[in-house]
């Protein structure tokens, strides 16, 4: 058995507990800071060790390490790297100063490892579990604000639920198959005969369970309360690692043990991707608070993903990949825009405080139309080339209607996200916003110089992508 | 046979008592039926050989979860009535859900049915002469050592958030500092002073007694240092 | 290695500038961009000096992938080749002085912006030799629309003056039509050779000889419809007839950057591309008799207008205009090797001339009205001997730079023994004449006569300071050697040596051997014409001037015929842009406002019913959350189980 493949994740956690007692520990100052860089370096260690970690299949078939893996790890580890520096300002001023923060972050980051990494049901499962848990508490971390603490709860008790569901689904599929590890379920489920109505249930409840955790539709409602309720940063971690884990997740799960069964999950996914799609262009349009927005548009971006997932083949996957990979990076910087939203002190969630912007900060204006033109979908800005790869694939594998239905969506879609900018640069101008801080500029311009630039150098990511897909489909 | 017997009389009273921990009108009772359901299914476990899992049932369900919830319910001011008008209202809603995947469930299980080289899968291959807890422990520590320690990472993470969400640095409460209790000596809070009779206050120079600390010093580590009193 | 930096450092010189030039202010921004170029032009040279000298090989130096798309793959590459060295050691060189002189110049600069400038300037550099070192059409579309910017922000520098910006839009809309051709040229270059990689076309020049495209019964050959449709957005960067008009227009900008873009560097990049593409143009012989015969027009044409502009830096983006007009003639009879050498003199003494040109406008207190001047010739006399210098490069004046390149040039078009190359040998030799007495029109009516600018002006007229004049030595060695010294390289008999794989042409092609073989006379023709213009503008100007004015009264026709630039702003206004403003005008009422708006709107509002609808389910109670999880599950199941089976 081979146990430096999770070696990653050991050493993460491992850094994690010592951070931990690090915290606890240190009496004199505040932690918080300290234990955030500590964080991000811990994250980085790891990203080292996933690049340089061996491939292969290990724990008795739990856990795995492929190009696929490995992608969306790295992508994790970004992800959950650009939260905890956003947390750094939004921390400060939110009164929220304390070290369990970044160390929960990193939880949750370990989970998401362990989801990437999971060929078993049971370890999809346990990870999932352990990412969830963390941003429960993450959501309900500003303990003293009503908002927060019911975002929480509403979080914990809802994805209580989806966990049922997704464990239910799990012992349908372990019933019916006798195993619940990926590469045995695989193969046994190419013999048709072995393919009971009992296992298909059981995969359409691992996909509800899993699609809570995207927060597709039907499954997306607890999406906008907790995206409104909880801290920013929390809001951004949601927005990013933890979709990209678990669409990840659905993918392997759905490609490699349940891959025969295409003809089955495929038209399910079609219909959460169109609900998905639908929802998220409509909902948004009538939205005056900017999470909340925010969080229709994510469930928007989700099902334009799933279409990717939903086209069956290597290019699909690769169309998913290099979507959720231009996605964290536009909802970063969204978000860090977000957080920079600040008047002497006090957080601003309405769209209309980004009344004259242009003028009054001319330098934030410009990011957030960036990512509001890549969000919308507008060449040559990155979110352009993953809706692109995605309908590339969808209509190769000959799914024009869902292209179709995905091409309108976003043509409503571009409608609130080019309102946004609307009304920076021409509605009166309010007061400016404070001062920002260095972390922020800093999270912005790297978001926005990516989401910019990805069209100059797009080749070694999409071949990163092309590799990790086709893993997947042998 | 007379393990048949018992399984059917063990299955209906845990069917019976989770039924009743829904529709008790008194929490204590429904906490008090769920314990009852616990112990049914822990004979459940026993009747079907797993010793170990039975007993965990009871010691971490019974003698820990239980007990909390019983704790919760008792000490906690939560209006009932007010949750139950909720659950009436949602009833015909769920009731028509219920019925609705019941039945679907019930036409997908009706197809069921048991591939044979299944069958060893489904329970655990136990080999003789090793006791069920010790087959477990040698399952868990070894093929399954991976799980067992995420699994463990949750718990922590469990921990974590519980402490971070309810620890609050209480300035009222005052706690007892034994060591500086024993060092004090009087000339750290008593001043001798002549007073010339007649003099009032002011006039000789005392305006109030020293006072050593004005706040109580608060003891134990605390995490959150920006909490002002409230 | 040193290819590379040369490229590279202005991008980097241009960044700073760029995006910290508020803040670390103007000083520091010229001495970053400056420090670039120097670094840049010493990289540029000594990568040229290594190739020639056989130090280094010509190669391709790869820098990654950019595009892999199916069979469609891109690389960012440099190629580096005689053709690619002698471009870069040259517009490095240029650009460099360029930058030095800009100090001076754009001293008094009311914008205080000069950060700008100079990021501006780098960056136009920096495009430039990117699309002389691309190693495929891509990118060197890139560098190509690279400068297009780079000098429409140059152009329209003084954008608070309307006709800066209005000049700044026509050169950029102009440049999109000829883009069209260009992008339409690349499309099916990739179509029939099935790649834009330079090495892999022209490696497969000889295979696709016959290909064709068929198209409404017609059959045209593929080679000629590329040649032509690549010249198309040739001309329109190198302002060639017909899509000349914006780069009078374009001396608005301010002068170094007309020295730099618009005679120098940006406009020869079409004279580049016809030189790049020699081993697939050399197979078309038809799209060539179309560039020889647009040069040829163009070179007579310009000279024509040049003769009645009063404003000096038109005069010399007229002149700019016609020597163009030289090189495509060169390329267009096949002598590819003289258009680029002559491209090379040219970007010496152009830039001189335009220098001069802006120290004779900063001397007289920012005037370019040529009829206000006269009369400075002692007050500023090293500015005077460097206009001679370059008018005397020119004119083609023997040993000077641009006696070689342009007497290789006539003679080639005499040796290519066509009509049309006849037609451009004709062409050429009157256009010498022209230039020879319209440069000599602009000295003396610059510095010579009696004083036409009023006294406050004549006061204030001072020799510009070291940083400017400093450029134009060194501009002027250029003009006055770089004929002499790479004559015998370039078109003499070492060519071949020289340009190596650079420039391939076809075995039928031997033209560069032809030109030693002309009749006497047609070798002294330039030089007598040359004399006789320079005669002429004496004669006109100096001695009798009376003439001009006897000569416009009698063909007052003629003369307003020119001084309107042959009416083609007139021409272009009735034909083309109040017709598409009519019909946009139309468009916009009945297309837009009425029909395109309604729709939108009436779904919008649809939209925005649906919207409010949907939202209305979110009302915050877990319980009914929790229920539409639980009714989407089961409809998901029953789908399933009814439909799916």
Not at chain 1, 350 to 372: C, E, N, Q, Y
């Amino acid at each position: 058995m081979n146990w430096t493949l999770a070696l990653p994740e050991i050493v993460l956690a491992v850094l994690g507990m010592a951070i931990l007692m690090f915290g606890v520990l240190q009496k004199r100052h505040n932690p918080f800071h300290l234990a955030s860089m500590l964080t991000v370096g811990a994250f980085l260690v790891a990203g080292m060790l996933v690049i340089a970690g061996p491939e292969g299949l290990g724990y008795h078939g739990q856990f795995t390490s492929d190009p696929f893996s490995r992608f969306v790890q790295v992508l994790v580890l970004v992800a959950s790297s650009l939260t905890v520096i956003a947390s750094l300002d939004y921390n400060d001023h939110a009164n929220l100063r304390r070290f369990e923060f970044p160390v929960l972050i990193l939880f949750a980051t370990v989970g998401m490892l362990v989801m990437a990494g999971a060929s078993n049901l049971m370890t999809l499962y346990v990870g999932l579990e352990l990412q969830s848990l963390s941003i429960y508490v993450l959501a309900a971390f500003a303990r003293d604000e009503l908002r927060s603490t019911e975002a929480g709860l509403k979080y914990f008790v809802l994805g209580s639920l989806a966990s049922g569901l997704l464990l239910y689904g799990i012992s349908l599929v372990y019933g019916f198959s006798g195993t619940m590890e990926f590469d045995k379920l695989a193969m046994t489920l190419a013999d048709p005969t072995k393919v009971s109505a009992g296992l298909i249930v059981g995969i359409v409840f691992i996909v509800a369970g899993l699609a809570f955790k995207v927060s597709a539709v039907p499954f997306h409602m607890w999406t906008p309360d907790v995206y409104e309720g909880a801290p920013t940063p929390v809001t951004l971690l949601m927005g990013t690692a933890p979709k990209v884990a678990a669409m990840a997740l659905l993918v392997r799960a759905m490609a490699t043990p349940f891959g025969h069964l295409l003809g089955q999950w495929q038209q399910l996914i079609v219909l959460v991707s169109i609900a998905s799609m639908l929802l998220g262009a409509l909902a948004a349009i009538g939205q005056k608070n900017i999470k909340r927005l925010m969080a229709y548009s994510s469930i928007g971006h989700m099902g334009y993903v799933l279409i990717g997932l939903a086209a069956g083949t290597p290019n699909g996957i690769r169309g998913v990949l290099i979507y959720l990979v231009t996605y964290v990076f536009m909802n970063a910087g969204t978000f860090a825009c977000i957080i920079a939203m600040r008047r002497r002190g006090r957080s601003l969630e309405r769209i209309s405080d980004l009344g004259g912007l242009g003028k009054t900060d001319p330098m934030l204006a410009m990011w957030l139309t960036v990512f509001m033109f890549s969000m919308a979908g507008i060449p040559p800005f990155a979110g352009f080339w993953g809706k692109y790869f995605i309908f590339t694939a969808a209509v190769q594998s000959g799914m024009w209607a869902l292209a179709v239905i995905g091409v309108l969506t976003s043509v409503i879609g571009a409608f609130y996200y080019i309102r946004i900018i609307k009304v920076m640069y021409f509605d009166t101008a309010e007061a400016a916003f404070d001062p920002r801080s260095a972390s922020l500029s800093t999270l912005a311009a790297v978001s926005g110089l990516f989401t910019t630039l990805f069209f100059v150098f797009p080749a070694p990511l999409v071949g990163a992508a092309e590799a990790a897909a086709k893993v997947l489909f042998g | 046979m007379i393990a048949a017997v018992a399984f059917y009389v063990f299955a209906l009273i845990l069917l019976a008592s989770a039924v009743m921990v829904v529709s008790a009108r008194n929490p204590v009772h429904s906490v008090l039926f769920l314990i009852l359901a616990f112990f049914n299914a822990a004979a459940l476990f026993l009747l079907a050989g797993a010793e170990f899992l039975a007993m965990i049932l009871v010691i971490v369900y019974v003698g820990a979860v239980a007990v909390l919830f019983l704790f919760v319910v008792m000490m906690l001011d939560v209006n009932f009535a007010e949750l139950r008008s909720g659950f009436q209202r949602y009833t015909p809603i769920g009731l028509a859900i219920g019925f609705v995947l019941a039945a679907e469930l019930f036409i997908v299980f009706g197809g069921w049915k048991i591939a044979p080289d299944e069958m060893s899968l489904r329970f655990a291959p136990t080999a003789a002469n090793v006791n069920n807890t010790a087959q477990l422990g040698k399952l868990i520590y070894t093929d399954y050592i991976f799980l067992f320690q995420t699994a463990g990472l949750v718990l922590l993470v469990a921990m974590i958030g519980a402490i971070v969400l309810t620890l609050r640095d209480r300035q009222t409460s005052r706690h007892q500092n034994i060591a500086r209790q024993i060092a004090r000596i009087p000339a750290d809070t008593l001043e001798m002073v002549s007073v010339r009779s007649g003099a009032g206050m002011t006039e000789i120079g005392i305006r109030r007694p020293k006072v050593e600390a004005a706040v109580p010093e608060v003891e134990h580590a605390t995490t959150d240092h920006d909490h002002g009193a409230h | 290695m040193l290819f590379a930096v040369a490229i590279f450092a202005p991008l980097l010189g241009s960044a700073i500038a760029g995006l910290f030039g508020k803040a670390i202010g103007d000083r520091a921004a010229m001495a970053v961009t400056i420090l670039c170029m120097l670094l840049a032009s010493g990289c540029g040279v000594s990568a040229f000096i290594e190739l020639e000298s056989g130090d280094t090989t010509a190669g391709v130096i790869s820098l990654g992938t950019w595009v892999e798309a199916g069979t469609f793959h891109v690389d960012w590459a440099l190629r580096y080749d005689a053709l690619s060295a002698v471009m870069v050691a040259m517009v490095t060189c240029v650009a460099t002085l360029i930058h030095i002189y800009s100090i001076g110049y754009m001293a008094h600069d009311e914008n205080h912006t000069i950060w700008r400038f100079f990021s501006y300037l780098s960056l136009f550099s920096f495009a430039m030799l990117m699309l002389v070192s691309a190693d495929n059409l891509l990118q060197l579309f890139f560098g190509w629309e690279g400068v297009g910017l780079a000098s429409y922000l140059l152009i329209g520098y003084w954008y608070y003056r309307p006709s800066a910006g209005a000049a700044a839009m026509k050169a950029f809309i102009v440049n999109r039509v000829g883009d069209l051709g260009f992008a339409l040229g690349i499309a099916l270059v990739f179509f029939t050779f099935g790649s834009i990689d330079f090495s892999t076309v022209f490696g497969a020049v000889g295979q696709h000889q016959d290909a064709a495209y068929h198209v409404l019964g017609h059959t045209y050959r593929a080679y000629e419809v590329i040649g032509i449709l690549l010249f198309i957005g040739a001309m329109g960067k190198s302002a060639q007839i017909g899509l000349h008009v914006w780069l009078p227009d374009a001396m608005e900008g301010p002068t170094p950057v007309s020295a730099l873009i618009h005679a120098a560097t940006m406009v020869t990049a079409g004279v580049f591309l016809m030189a790049r593409f020699s081993p697939v143009l050399d197979y078309a012989p038809g799209a060539l008799g179309f560039v020889t015969f647009i040069g040829a027009t163009t070179a007579l044409f310009a000279a024509t207008v040049g003769c009645t502009q009063t404003d000096i830096k038109r005069v010399i983006a007229y002149s700019t205009c016609s020597q163009l007009g030289y090189m495509f003639v060169a390329a267009g009879v096949g002598a590819y090797q003289a258009s680029i050498f002559h491209l090379l003199t040219h970007a010496f003494f152009k830039a001189l001339l335009f220098l001069t040109a802006g120290s004779v406008i900063h001397a007289m207190s920012d005037e370019q009205d040529m009829r206000k001047m006269g009369g400075i010739w002692r007050l500023i006399p090293l500015t005077y001997t460097m206009m001679w210098v370059g008018n005397l490069a020119l004119g083609g004046i023997p040993f000077f730079s641009g006696y070689y390149s342009k007497d290789a040039i006539i003679e080639a078009a005499w040796a290519s023994c066509s009509l049309v190359g006849h037609y451009g040998f004709w062409c050429t030799v009157i256009a010498a004449f022209l230039t020879a007495f319209y440069s000599w029109r602009l000295i003396i009516l610059t510095f010579h006569g009696a004083p036409r600018a009023d006294h406050h002006t004549m006061e204030h007229v001072h020799e510009s300071p070291a940083v400017m004049t400093v450029p134009l030595l060194l501009l002027a060695v250029g003009a006055v050697f770089a004929g002499w010294a790479f004559h015998d390289q370039m078109i003499g008999p070492d060519w071949k040596a020289f340009w190596g794989d650079a420039i391939q042409i076809a075995a039928s092609n031997h033209v560069l051997h032809d030109m030693e073989d002309v009749p006497g006379w047609v070798s002294l023709t330039p030089l007598v014409v040359g004399l006789a213009g320079i005669a002429t503008a004496y004669v006109f100007y100096m001695f009798v001037p009376g003439i001009p004015g006897a000569l416009a009264a009698a063909f007052p026709w003629a003369y307003r015929f020119l001084l309107n630039k042959w009416y083609f702003d007139e021409l272009y206004a009735a034909v083309i842009i109040r017709p598409v403003q009519y019909l946009a005008q139309g468009l916009w009422q009945i297309g837009d406002v009425t029909i395109i708006d309604g729709i939108p709107n009436g779904i919008a509002a649809l939209t925005e019913d649906g919207s409010s609808q949907v939202v209305k389910i979110q009302n915050g109670s877990i319980a009914v959350y929790a229920f539409a999880m639980l009714i989407g599950l089961v409809l998901l199941v029953s789908i399933f189980l009814l439909f799916l089976r």
